[in-house]
């Protein structure tokens, strides 16, 4: 017998010394053990356990305010322009911008808790069900795609995991979490299952975390990974279970869940699973009128002019962004009254690629959005997209990068010239590591990857526009000042 989401509140001191209190919206089991999970041969059982560890981790990965945010804002794709008092926000992402964040900023606060609360619920059901190897391997796996992500920000975080107890953890050094997270993908990856599961951890996901992690090795660790890159990103690549979609735009349409690419994805739905807020965040207030929006969209994220004008015009993935001219969805051209007199478009609504300033008065309609993901007509404020966190045209260009660092040129063009034949673009006759970083750029814009590629191809702390020379120390996140008031045994990275 079962009860359908009843709600429990499991008081385990996981993080920072206290109770940590965490609600399970799923279906509880009444009077089934975990040795009736381990004998049984309902897959529902384990899938029911795991829902709440997977609901976290969709969680708010694709709104604004929190890790995607802050991945794409410090970078050079794309900034939040201030226009006027819109967009001010405590200018925290005019900061973000010019890389002169501190430890207070909302959006790193946000980021730590989306990564520990999803951890918290993981150590939870791993306390519970300590035996059913099925289930614990795969969410040892998931614990580890947050550590990932806390590595890559954050570095020196605590490790916490089921067998965590008493006061506040203090810092782990980042060689200490890569080697967390090494050691949890590596113990536990051949106990999941080896078939295309796209929205769940399986085999080939865990090599993909694995390829993420070695090609950021000599970053994370100061030693490179280069060939454990390649040799994972090549389990991936040849398990014949994925391929690169022929319509590059399938992977992010609204009904992308048969994407023949998407490895891992983040099953975002208007109803049940919000979250994934783009359109609100990137569109023009007129915007509704072209896509019948249930919402007004709130007229923030715009593309930067270089970026935007680094791709070749007839590159396909350049439809990765709104330009020119705005109409509705009747074929009216949209005229905005409220454009700034100075603007040399006027009223009619056009998306142009320059954007005046970036504080304090940018106007309206400035700068290229958005436009990667499909907006479907009457779409609500949360898309149904799903959100690709790994695909593989991503694992492609790690191992073409794996390749070219390690001297196989030839390969690694073969590799690149994959990508760029499906985007329409002419083949490179030879490669150079800035080839491959602009390739990159080109393949994975708004997908939360540029900050992580600038740092690794030491392009991070040059100036761009409207964004000074970065100093050294940039390449983490701040620890969030919030958790080392809630926890004092945290030690705040140099040069906070």
């Given amino acids: 017998m079962s009860k359908s989401l009843r709600k429990?509140?499991?008081?385990?001191?996981?993080?920072?010394?206290?109770?940590?209190?965490?609600?399970?919206?799923?279906?509880?089991?009444?009077?089934?053990?975990?040795?009736?999970?381990?004998?049984s041969t309902n897959p529902n059982l384990i899938n029911v356990l795991k829902a709440s560890a997977y609901s976290r981790i969709v969680g708010s990965w694709g709104g604004h305010n929190s890790i995607w945010s802050i991945h794409e804002v410090s970078s050079d794709e794309m900034a939040i322009p201030q226009k006027g008092a819109d967009w001010e926000d405590g200018g925290q992402w005019i900061r973000m911008h010019r890389h002169q964040w501190d430890a207070k900023e909302e959006s790193f606060n946000n980021t730590w808790n989306y990564c520990f609360t999803a951890i918290g619920e993981i150590n939870n059901l791993l306390i519970q069900y300590p035996d059913v190897e099925a289930l614990t391997a795969e969410l040892r796996v998931l614990r580890a795609l947050s550590y990932l992500w806390l590595i890559d920000t954050f570095g020196n975080v605590p490790i916490v995991d089921e067998n965590t107890t008493g006061g506040n953890p203090s810092n782990k050094?980042?060689?200490?979490?890569?080697?967390?997270?090494?050691s949890s993908i590596k113990d536990n990856m051949d106990l999941l299952v080896k078939e295309n599961t796209k929205t769940t951890i399986n085999y080939y996901t865990a090599q993909a975390m694995l390829a993420k992690l070695y090609i950021n090795a000599q970053i994370y660790t100061g030693t490179a990974r280069w060939a454990e890159a390649e040799a994972a990103a090549e389990e991936v690549i040849n398990s014949g279970k994925y391929s690169l979609s022929s319509n590059f735009f399938a992977n992010f349409s609204e009904r992308n869940g048969g994407s023949t690419e998407n490895i891992?994805?983040?099953p975002y739905d208007q109803n049940n699973a919000q979250g994934f807020n783009l359109p609100q965040m990137t569109l023009h207030y007129l915007s509704q009128n072209t896509?019948?929006?249930?919402?007004?969209?709130?007229?923030?994220?715009?593309?930067?002019e270089e970026f935007y004008n680094n791709f070749e015009d007839d590159d396909v993935r350049k439809n990765s962004f709104l330009e020119g001219p705005q109409f509705s969805s009747d074929g009216t051209r949209l005229n905005d009254i409220s454009a700034e007199a100075g603007d040399p478009d006027g009223q009619p609504l056009t998306f142009t690629p320059n954007i005046n300033m970036l504080t304090p008065n940018a106007f309206r309609?400035?700068?290229?959005?958005?436009?990667?993901?499909?907006?479907?007509?009457?779409?609500?404020?949360?898309?149904n997209n799903d959100y690709p966190l790994i695909r593989l045209g991503d694992i492609i260009l790690i191992k073409a990068e794996a390749e070219f660092r390690q001297g196989k040129t030839?390969?690694?063009?073969?590799?690149?010239?994959?990508?760029?034949?499906?985007?329409?673009?002419?083949?490179?006759?030879?490669?150079?590591?800035?080839?491959?970083?602009?390739?990159?750029?080109?393949?994975?814009?708004?997908?939360?990857?540029?900050?992580?590629?600038?740092?690794r191809?030491?392009?991070?702390?040059?100036?761009?526009?409207?964004?000074?020379?970065?100093?050294?120390?940039?390449?983490?996140?701040?620890?969030?000042?919030?958790?080392?008031?809630?926890?004092?045994n945290l030690t705040q990275n140099p040069g906070y």
Avoid at 293 to 304: C, I, K, M, R, V
Avoid at 376 to 381: P, Y
Avoid at 468 to 483: M, T, V, Y
């Fill in 8 to 39: 429990i509140c499991l008081m385990l001191p996981l993080a920072f010394g206290l109770g940590a209190c965490w609600e399970l919206d799923q279906e509880v089991l009444d009077g089934v053990t975990a040795d009736d999970i381990t004998n």
């Fill in 173 to 182: 050094s980042r060689a200490e979490v890569f080697a967390f997270i090494e």
């Fill in 264 to 266: 891992l994805t983040l």
């Fill in 291 to 304: 896509y019948n929006l249930q919402e007004q969209p709130w007229n923030g994220y715009a593309s930067l």
């Fill in 365 to 383: 309609q400035a700068g290229v959005r958005v436009g990667k993901f499909e907006f479907a007509s009457g779409a609500a404020s949360s898309l």
């Fill in 410 to 455: 030839g390969d690694a063009l073969t590799s690149v010239n994959m990508i760029r034949e499906r985007a329409g673009v002419d083949p490179h006759a030879a490669l150079t590591l800035d080839l491959i970083f602009e390739e990159r750029g080109f393949e994975m814009f708004a997908e939360a990857s540029r900050r992580t590629d600038m740092i």
């Fill in 457 to 488: 191809f030491g392009k991070w702390n040059q100036p761009w526009w409207e964004k000074p020379q970065s100093e050294a120390f940039r390449g983490l996140f701040p620890i969030p000042q919030q958790a080392i008031n809630a926890n004092p």
